[in-house]
């Protein structure tokens, strides 16, 4: 159906070019489900996007052979490329809440594919049928819904019948899970699946191994615009030959990675619990109107001890990090830090010993004035004549980033600095929400690794909130499974994520594709 | 409800804006009394004549609450100047201000919405840029001179003066309509811009839309809502700019009768046009809220 040789991608930028795609060879066959897996920049999105001609503004494409069912695509002008699309391809991008016009109906934007695509009939009876094809419940009624009136997951299934619409005979999925929960990504996944097990063709990019193990029959590596690896699923990923994809498959933290290091050979000691406890909260709850976003949680968190809080989306793990950091004053219950009361303090109290609670976040660009340097934004959490440097060597930068706005770093570089500013007064406790989320497996691996290490050197204890399990199971000694504001199960990491006792938290686990789950 | 809510508080702005301007004239300088001799004859007798007759014996308190009264019941009051009701001596005015800004309004926005879609490549959207940018920072007097010089003086297509035919409308609504596109073609071209950056223009190229259809069916509707919450700013400046235009094309309407009622210190002319303006905000404003939400279902929800 696709058949590549010597693709390349360019874009101009000021003066010179970036390349984006360097010659990789791409063929697809009917029927099969070939993935393209590689970290951001790698270009995997760009050579999905070239398929149906939409590199993007200014991109230069160059190849020795593009061929596209069967036919030149060298040679194809506009209106060639427009039955492409839609009617050869259908393309799913990341999240549906963006990537469907949130003024228009859904019914709209799938009905739209087919008028486009010259749909003979009626209309909106073939979008009913069409929604009713990705299992969206209600289809008559979702069809007249906007976007945001759908549930992330009905989004998405949407999004998917707008791409299928035309009948199209080859489906390209752009990271179709990345912004989804873990078991509306579970729901997600079956449908590709089932879709490929009727024996239509399928085009994955992720960055997600696990994700890509679960459906793909071919791999892809790509990694600078090259393809450093191709070959069978099970076999890529069990028995990696090319160093970047065993470094690949290395850093996807799981429970069988714990106490070891991710982004390199070696293991991380982890201290002997003390006993001794830093923060403790009991009956934590946060109404807001007759809305409980909190019920009645318990956290306890040892010295030097790592605690997990996981959950889905809404399901209060942020607002816990709000209420224990103080941002927040709960409905009910007391959180007491150090030994000493936290809640129902005034602010001026409570200001000295902020210094020992520290905050890390998902995206620390938003943390940082984008004015500042990294050696003002370093500076200034440290104690008055305290030397940047050692502290930006410790969590792994050079000198030669201080000077450098925020906007200057690399995301990895980022979080490496909000590290290094929420080690500087030596704090007792830093609360992490989702601290490598917005990060690639390679860099998350250093990062988990960094936070490690931290802990077994300073005995700093941390509240890891995360809605990555395998991260959590990789990293923390205790876990909290939270839903719907309350936790449900708690406990040392290996008995709940091996032996579950909640339904919930068996729902979430079976839900997580693993790697070695999938290629057994 | 929120219609009821939105009329609720344009009423609130209209009280406000009656008492704020009858403030500011019970504050000005000179007596009503003098106001409503003008250049006539000025003896003790025709003094108390006139105070008896418009009551100006009462206490200002009073007088505020009898002008709030009225107008709230459609009594605008009678001219100093002109001795006739104001009701009559704007009704008669309206007419031709609402037809030069209605006629410039329709103008400005259709060029804006061609401009900001046809002028996309590189080369054309420069020279389009360049212009608005002229049209926005030059006064809308200074346009209607150069317009009036090179169409009407020189070229003899239009009417200099004057409200007689279609033809001697076209120079002052052009004047006026000008600037307005320059500054909506800037908010829509930018706003166009972003629509075309987001993910779901991507989804809707990969279902084989056209170039145009993915601007007319999908970036133009996302860059309507910043344009249209211009809609009070384009009635103020509609207001404003006809005002000067109407004096530099010598023609009736609203901005002579206020130019001349302020000069002269006609107190309720001036009352009626203050009120008028807010009322006319008013409404333009509630229009412009109630058009973003039928724009934007994301903002229905509360």
Not at chain 1, 26 to 55: F, N, Q
Not at chain 1, 202 to 211: C, F, K, Q, R, T
Not at chain 1, 374 to 400: F, T
Request: with cysteine.
């Amino acid at each position: 159906m696709i058949a590549i040789r010597d693709l390349h991608v360019t874009f101009p930028h000021r003066r010179h070019t970036v390349e984006a795609v360097r010659g990789i060879d791409l063929d697809i066959e009917p029927g099969e489900c070939v993935a393209i897996v590689g970290e951001s920049g790698s270009g995997k999105s760009v050579t999905a996007r070239t398929l149906v001609g939409l590199a993007g503004p200014g991109a230069v494409v160059r190849s020795a052979k593009f061929e596209v069912d069967g036919r030149d695509a060298r040679a194809f002008g506009p209106e060639e490329w427009r039955r492409v699309r839609g009617g050869f391809a259908g393309l799913v991008l990341q999240d549906a809440l963006v990537s469907l016009d949130p003024l228009r109906t859904v019914g709209a934007e799938i009905g739209e594919v087919l008028r486009v695509h010259g749909h003979r009939g009626d209309r909106d009876l073939r979008v009913r049928d069409l929604l009713a094809t990705v299992h969206v419940p209600e289809p008559e009624r979702r069809a007249r819904q906007h976007p945001h009136q759908l549930s992330g997951g009905l989004r998405q299934r949407a999004l998917i019948a707008s791409a299928i619409a035309a009948g199209p005979p080859l489906l390209i999925a752009d990271e179709p899970t990345t912004a989804l929960d873990v078991t509306v990504q579970a729901q997600i996944l079956a449908l590709l699946g089932e879709r490929r097990a009727a024996g239509e063709t399928l085009l994955l990019i992720s960055h997600d191994l696990a994700v890509v193990a679960r459906l793909a029959d071919r791999v892809l590596v790509m990694r600078d615009g090259r393809i450093v690896e191709s070959g069978g699923t099970a076999s890529l990923l069990s028995a990696p030959s090319h160093p970047y994809t065993q470094e690949l498959v290395r850093a996807v933290p799981s429970a069988a990675t714990r106490g070891r290091r991710l982004s390199e050979a070696g293991v991380v000691a982890a201290p002997e619990p003390s006993g001794d406890v830093v923060l403790e909260a009991r009956g934590l709850t946060k109404r807001y109107g007759r809305h409980t976003v909190v019920d009645d949680v318990d956290v306890r968190v040892g010295r030097g001890e790592i605690v997990g809080l996981v959950g889905e989306s809404g399901s209060g793990k942020t607002t816990v990090a709000q209420l224990l950091f103080g941002l927040v004053a709960p409905t009910a219950g007391t959180v007491t830090f150090e030994g000493e009361a936290w809640t129902g303090q005034p602010e001026r109290r409570r200001r000295a010993r902020r210094r020992h609670l520290q905050l890390i976040s998902q995206d620390p660009l938003s943390s940082f004035d984008p004015r500042w340097t990294v050696r003002k934004i370093v500076a200034e959490a440290l104690p008055r004549g305290g030397a940047v440097e050692p502290l930006l060597e410790r969590v792994g930068l050079g000198a030669e980033l201080l000077d450098r706005n925020p906007r200057q770093l690399s995301g990895g570089q980022r979080q490496r600095v909000a590290i290094a500013r929420a080690l500087a007064p030596r704090p007792s406790l830093i609360i992490c929400d989702e601290p490598v989320s917005a990060l690639d497996v390679s860099v998350q691996a250093q990062v988990l690794d960094l936070l490690a290490d931290i802990r077994a050197t300073d005995g700093t204890a941390m509240l890891f909130i995360s809605h990555d399990l395998g991260v959590v199971h990789h990293l923390a000694d205790r876990v909290l499974v939270m839903h719907d504001g309350a936790v449900v199960e708690s406990g040392p990491v290996d008995d709940v994520f091996h032996h579950p006792r909640h339904d919930y938290t068996r729902e979430l686990l079976a839900a997580v594709p693993t790697l070695e789950g999938e290629i057994r | 409800m929120i219609v009821l809510r939105r009329i609720g508080t344009g009423l609130v702005v209209l009280w406000v804006a009656a008492t704020a301007a009858y403030l500011a004239l019970l504050a000005a300088p000179g007596s009503t009394v003098d106001s409503i001799i003008g250049d006539g004859a000025d003896t003790p007798l025709i003094r108390s004549q006139i105070v008896q007759e418009w009551h100006l014996d009462r206490p200002a308190v009073v007088q505020y609450v009898d002008y709030l009264w009225r107008a709230a019941h459609g009594d605008l009051g009678r001219s100093y100047l002109l001795q006739r009701p104001v009701r009559d001596v704007l009704g008669a005015q309206l007419w031709p201000t609402l037809k030069l800004a209605l006629v410039a309004a329709v103008l400005g926005i259709a060029l804006a919405l061609v401009l900001a879609v046809t002028t996309r490549r590189p080369w054309s959207r420069r020279v389009s840029s360049t212009a608005e940018l002229v049209l926005v920072s030059t006064p809308p007097f200074l346009i209607g001179l150069v317009l009036l010089s090179v169409f009407s003086f020189q070229l003899g297509l239009f009417p200099v003066s004057g409200d007689r035919g279609a033809a001697a409308l076209v120079l002052p609504a052009v004047t006026l309509a000008l600037p307005i596109a320059g500054v909506l073609t800037q908010v829509l071209r930018d706003g166009i811009d972003r629509a075309l950056d987001e993910p779901f223009v991507i989804t809707a190229r990969a279902r084989g839309l056209r170039e145009r259809a993915v601007l007319a069916r999908h970036a133009l509707r996302h860059a309507l809502l910043p344009a249209v919450s211009l809609l009070g700013w384009l009635g103020g400046t509609l207001l404003g700019g006809v005002v000067i235009i109407e004096t530099v094309f010598g023609r009736p309407g609203l901005g002579q009768v206020t130019l001349q009622a302020v000069t002269s210190e006609d107190m309720p002319v001036v009352l009626a046009v203050v009120v008028f303006s807010a009322f006319a905000y008013v409404v333009l404003n509630t229009a412009a809220d109630l058009a973003c939400l039928v724009i934007d279902p994301r903002l229905r929800r509360s």
